[in-house]
Structure formats: structure tokens, C-alpha cells
């Protein structure tokens, strides 16, 4: 094993080019693996998983029996005051941790969609899969199906369903980012008409329940919906982060992706698969959050001032914006605990637009 | 910060292709959904040299270049490299041996020259090994060949439309192919720009030794940058050979329906295109 600080070396590009410009970006070798190193995005990184990692246990130290940082840190490794213990690791941690894994969830499978389709209206909240999510919960609380793992394998299968509808739709010897945006408007458009139906034919009750749930919600989460997220985003993350090579030769266009030997239709597919499994799971999970797929992309490429969503950055603030969130939601009106959508949906919109407006007086678009 | 001028580099950007590549197109047939547009055609690309397809608006000549770069699938007929189907090559082994410019290709906002560039080596590189020595200098050189070093930070949608098409050649160059396949890479361009690209051409193709193949617009250029000249006319090649058996009067009457005078490029020896039209000329008095 070669001493680590001997083989890592990493300096910058133009070093035996004299005269040459200073690039932002260096090379990054520990031989055999090497890649891009880009100081920006990686300090970025940093600081995002620092902010979710307080923000994590600030959530946690918040509640009808407040608990101190340092008691829910102690918590958390197992040491410490049994009952704490249990409030902590039984009746937050699973909320925190559906905040938490639900909000990677929808930045990466944001990122995904955005990357894919060179366009960020393509987020899985604009192109139907939530709103398909949203029809088939709704259906199976007022058609009488309720129950928490109930609840979770009908947003998984109408997530999926409406997936396959959308790319259906938009084959024609082959799909293109475009299609997909414009079928999948069409799409939400009719499942959001069928939510709406289904609502209103229900019983108060249930046109309650269903309403909650179509906010996106953290209330009451447990360990059976960690389990199932958890599963898929250990699959599906490391897939996304594979993918990610192949999303930067497809963001050129077909034509040039073709060119340079990436097998353009399999790859989208791929992409298509895993951003869907991702979404599904979250939505099942946490419930349709407004923007944050949609948001959390774009709020970190500009911050990495990259011009692509870059993928791990859009999963930390995807995290950042459902976990501050439901802190926010919770903590507004005392004694009141609001969904997280709402919290996300009031602050995600205006942050994107303040975003939007800033980079397009900067002069580098937005 | 840089005060003097990097000297330009004597060396080739990429490796120096070793065997002359074989690119031959046979029987092909190519249409979009029903519409056909090339029917029957047989094309040998010669080796080491810069051939341009030249002729009308919708002759195919473009959808030629793409079948040509696997963009397109031959309804019949086949294209061979080194003789084999490229139907047959695994994409990523293809990409390192032909590359294809399409024509104005649209960069995502605010990438870098340099970004670009490098996902020009992306056939070469793993998931694992992103960006190896060979990945940096083969890019490096790129920049160096195509003058763009000094703009390497900077985003490409922020460029003159002649650096734009000198950044995106310089990614084709990355790539490190034998063969090169560009769709028309003056288009957009001010003459000025046009010449600038056509040269750099000319440098990929002599000092590397590089195959090209280039759809061209302007028939003067063809005869001054190509070394093979191919004109086509409703999918078929109606003549080909050097610019001057290929660009007579008579050819340009038949393939651009215009008749013409042609003379001599006083700087180049090369066939000049002089266009008659309705109002000068021995017709119009």
C-alpha cells in the first residue's frame, strides 16, 4: 500500500505549459483511478454535508420534549439516558431519516432528469411521475386501501406506471429530452384531473387523509418507511453516480454522444430507471414534496457554478431543503405541525426566481 | 497569468494514426421514415487525404456524413472501416477511430472550453480513470492546435461563432480519431472565421495525418481545401475525383441547375467558380 499523501497528486493543469491560463479544474491521480478535481464542487460538497448533518440533529432535538444537541449526538452512537434513547432513535429518528434520505432522493433523481433531457422543467414533478404517485395514493385511500405499507407500494406502482406511460408515449423511434417534458405536462395534467376527482368523490375522511398525504408530509413516519427507501437508494445512488460519466456525453446532444461511443437509447433508459426508482421510492415514502426535484438541482449547480446539476450536491441539497423544511413546518406555529410542502413549495419558489434573476444579470444565464 | 505568448507546439495533438483508414460505404440505401434520400451509393474514402461532399440543398449529402457516422442506419448496404460492418463494432472501439462534428452543435450554458474538450477523450476513459495523463495531454495539445489555450476557462456560449467551432473542433481533435467527419463547420461563420476553420482543417490533415470528410457549402473552398471532391445530386454521386475533373461547367450546370464560368484561383491553381445568373453575362444582353 503506497503511502496515500505520496500518490495522491493534484495540481493544476497548465504547470508545464508556461504561460498558460489557470484552470479552475485539476488533475486528480491515485493510480489507476484518476478524474477531474474541481476545488469548487468538492468544498461545496463539504459544506452541504455539514449544514444536512446539523440540520439532522437540530430536527431531532425538537419536539414535545425538547433534548439538547450534545443528548441527541450521544443518542444517536447508543450512549446516554435510556429514555432519551428511545424518543430519539424510536420516535424521531425515522422522521429525520425519511426527511433525509427522501430529500436525496429528489435532488439526484432531479439532477438526473435535468441532465438527461438539457432542460430543468424536466424534473419528475413537472413531467407527471409525483402527480401519477399522487392518483394512484388518493385512489387507494378513498377506494378504501389504506395503511402505511399500503400507501407506499401505490405511490411506488404509480410512479412506475406513469413512467412507462410517458416514455411510451413519447417513442417514436426513440425519445427525445423534449418529447418526454411535453408528453409528461399532457400526463400530470390528466393524473392531477383524476386526484381531483377522486377527492372530491370521497368521503370527508378520507378527502382528508388524501389531502394530507398530497401535501408531502413527515408527520408520523416509522421505521417501516426507512426500510424500503433505504433499500432502494443503496441500489439506486450508487447507479445514479455510475451514470453520471455517460450524462455528460449525452448533455452535448445525441448526435455528439453518439460520436464519442455512448450508446445513446440504453443509456437513457437507464437514466429514465433509475431517476424513476428514485422519485418513486421518495414519493411513497415522504409524499409528493413541491420543488425540491425541481429546485434542488439548480439551487446547487449554481452554487458549484458548474454547468450541469451535479449529482452528489443536488442529493445534499435536496436533503437540506426537506430537512430545513420540515424544521421550518414544524417550529412556524407552536403547537401546530405543518407538512413539509407547504414550508418547501413557499420557500423553493422564490429562491429558484431570486436564482434565476441573479444569473441572468450576472450574464451567464440561468 | 500569463504575459508572453505560448509558442505553438511543433508536435501533433493526439496520436499519429498508424495504418491509413479504410472507409468505404456500399449498396447504401437511406431514407428517413419513408422518405428516401440516397439510393444505392458507393463511396471509397481515400485515406490520408481531405474529401468534401459538395452539391444542392437536400441532395444528402448530409445524410450521407451521418450514415457515414453510424448517426443513421442504412435501410440496405453497409459502411465498412478497416473492413468491418460498423454495425458491427462496439460503439466505444468506433469512437475511438472515427469521430463526427455535427453540424452547429449546441454546447450546454456556461460549460467550459476545457470541460468540452475533455469529454472529447470520454471513449477513452473509464469511470475510474476520468481524466488520465494521456487524457491531459492529448486535451492539452487539442487546445494548443486549435489556438484556443487561452480561452480554455471560458464558457463556450460565451464565444465568437468562430472560437465556438474552433472549441468544438478542438473536441473532435481530443478524440484522437484517424477519421474525422465534419457536417459543414463553416456554417454561421463570417468568411474570415470560414478560412480560419478551413485552414485548421488543413493543419489536422497534414500535420497528423487525419482523414476527413467535410460537407461543404462553398464550391471555391472545396476546390481549394479538398484533396477529393464528391458531388451528389438527388442521393447519388454524379462525379468524383480531384477538384479540377470534378468542377467543370458542366458538372455545376447539372448539379446546381446554375451555369457558370470557371476559372483559375489565382493564389491557389485551384478551379475558381464563377456564377453567370439572369442579369450578367453574355445572357442578359
Not at chain 1, 504561460?19 to 464542487?41: A, D, K, N
Not at chain 1, 454535508?49 to 444537541?69: K, M, N, R, V
Not at chain 1, 395503511?147 to 410512479?159: D, I, N, R, S, W
Not at chain 1, 450536491?313 to 406555529?333: I, N
Request: net charge positive; charged share 15%.
Amino acid at each position: 500500500m503506497p503511502n496515500p499523501k505520496q500518490a495522491l497528486k493534484s495540481r493544476p493543469v497548465p504547470d508545464d505549459s508556461p504561460g498558460g491560463p489557470r484552470f479552475r479544474t485539476y488533475r486528480l491521480t491515485l493510480p489507476p483511478v484518476s478524474g477531474v478535481f474541481r476545488p469548487r464542487l468538492v468544498a461545496l460538497c463539504a459544506v452541504l454535508t455539514a449544514a444536512t448533518f446539523l440540520l439532522f440533529c437540530w430536527g431531532l432535538t425538537t419536539g414535545d420534549y425538547p433534548i439538547g444537541f450534545t443528548d441527541v449526538v450521544r443518542a444517536l452512537v447508543g450512549s446516554g439516558d435510556p429514555g432519551t434513547v428511545l424518543v430519539v432513535r424510536e420516535l424521531r429518528l425515522p422522521r429525520a431519516l425519511v426527511g433525509l434520505l427522501a430529500g436525496i432522493a429528489f435532488g439526484v433523481s432531479g439532477a438526473l432528469f435535468q441532465t438527461m433531457t438539457r432542460n430543468p422543467l424536466a424534473s419528475p414533478d413537472m413531467i407527471g411521475l409525483t402527480q401519477g404517485a399522487g392518483t394512484a395514493v388518493v385512489a387507494g385511500i378513498v377506494l378504501g386501501w389504506d395503511g402505511g405499507l399500503g400507501t407506499q407500494a401505490l405511490g411506488l406502482f404509480g410512479a412506475l406506471a406513469t413512467a412507462l406511460i410517458v416514455y411510451a408515449l413519447a417513442w417514436r423511434r426513440g425519445t427525445t429530452g423534449y418529447r418526454i417534458i411535453l408528453v409528461g405536462i399532457g400526463v400530470a395534467w390528466i393524473c392531477t384531473s383524476a386526484t381531483d376527482y377522486l377527492v372530491a368523490k370521497g368521503g370527508r375522511f378520507q378527502a382528508q387523509a388524501a389531502l394530507g398525504w398530497l401535501v408531502g408530509n413527515l408527520n408520523g413516519r416509522t421505521w417501516d418507511q426507512v426500510g424500503p427507501l433505504a433499500v432502494a437508494l443503496a441500489v439506486l445512488l450508487p447507479t445514479a453516480l455510475l451514470l453520471g460519466r455517460l450524462l455528460r456525453t449525452l448533455q452535448l446532444g445525441d448526435d455528439v454522444a453518439t460520436g464519442l461511443g455512448t450508446r445513446v437509447q440504453p443509456v437513457r433508459l437507464a437514466i429514465l430507471l433509475a431517476g424513476v426508482g428514485l422519485i418513486a421510492f421518495a414519493t411513497a415514502s415522504a409524499g409528493p414534496v413541491a420543488f425540491v426535484a425541481l429546485a434542488a438541482p439548480q439551487i446547487a449547480q449554481r452554487l458549484a457554478r458548474t454547468a450541469w446539476p451535479p449529482t452528489v450536491a443536488s442529493g445534499l441539497t435536496g436533503a437540506l431543503v426537506v430537512l430545513g423544511g420540515d424544521l421550518v413546518a414544524r417550529t412556524l406555529v407552536p403547537g401546530t405541525e405543518l407538512p413539509v410542502g407547504i414550508v418547501t413549495g413557499v420557500l423553493g419558489a422564490p429562491v429558484l426566481l431570486w436564482l434565476l434573476a441573479r444569473a441572468n444579470r450576472a450574464g451567464s444565464g440561468g | 497569468m500569463s504575459a508572453d505568448p505560448t509558442p505553438a507546439d511543433p508536435r501533433p495533438a493526439g496520436r499519429v494514426p498508424a495504418p491509413d483508414p479504410d472507409l468505404r460505404a456500399s449498396g447504401l440505401r437511406l431514407a428517413y421514415d419513408n422518405r428516401l434520400v440516397v439510393d444505392g451509393l458507393d463511396l471509397a474514402v481515400p485515406p490520408g487525404r481531405i474529401t468534401a461532399i459538395v452539391g444542392a440543398n437536400a441532395c444528402g449529402k448530409s445524410t450521407l456524413l451521418r450514415a457515414l457516422a453510424r448517426l443513421l442506419a442504412p435501410k440496405e448496404g453497409a459502411v465498412h472501416l478497416d473492413g468491418r460492418a460498423i454495425r458491427s463494432i462496439p460503439s466505444r472501439e468506433l469512437a475511438q477511430r472515427l469521430g463526427i462534428l455535427p453540424q452547429s452543435p449546441l454546447a450546454p450554458e456556461g460549460l467550459t472550453v476545457i470541460d468540452l474538450v475533455n469529454r472529447g477523450r470520454s471513449p477513452h476513459q473509464t469511470w475510474w480513470r476520468q481524466w488520465s495523463k494521456a487524457d491531459e495531454q492529448a486535451v492539452r495539445r487539442a487546445l494548443d492546435a486549435t489556438g484556443m489555450t487561452d480561452l480554455a476557462d471560458r464558457p463556450v456560449d460565451e464565444l465568437s461563432g468562430g472560437q465556438r467551432q474552433r472549441a468544438w473542433i478542438a473536441m473532435a481533435v481530443a478524440q484522437g480519431t484517424p477519421v474525422l467527419l465534419l457536417d459543414e463547420p463553416t456554417t454561421y461563420l463570417d468568411l474570415a472565421h470560414q478560412i480560419d476553420v478551413l485552414d485548421l482543417i488543413t493543419d489536422l490533415n497534414r500535420r497528423e495525418n487525419r482523414t476527413v470528410v467535410m460537407v461543404l457549402h462553398d464550391l471555391n473552398q472545396a476546390c481549394r481545401y479538398a484533396d477529393h471532391v464528391v458531388a451528389m445530386k438527388s442521393g447519388r454521386i454524379v462525379a468524383e475525383g480531384s477538384p479540377a475533373e470534378v468542377i467543370t461547367a458542366a458538372t455545376v450546370e447539372d448539379v446546381f441547375d446554375l451555369t457558370c464560368q470557371i476559372t483559375t484561383d489565382p493564389v491557389s491553381g485551384t478551379p475558381l467558380v464563377i456564377p453567370i445568373g439572369r442579369h450578367h453575362g453574355a445572357r442578359a444582353r
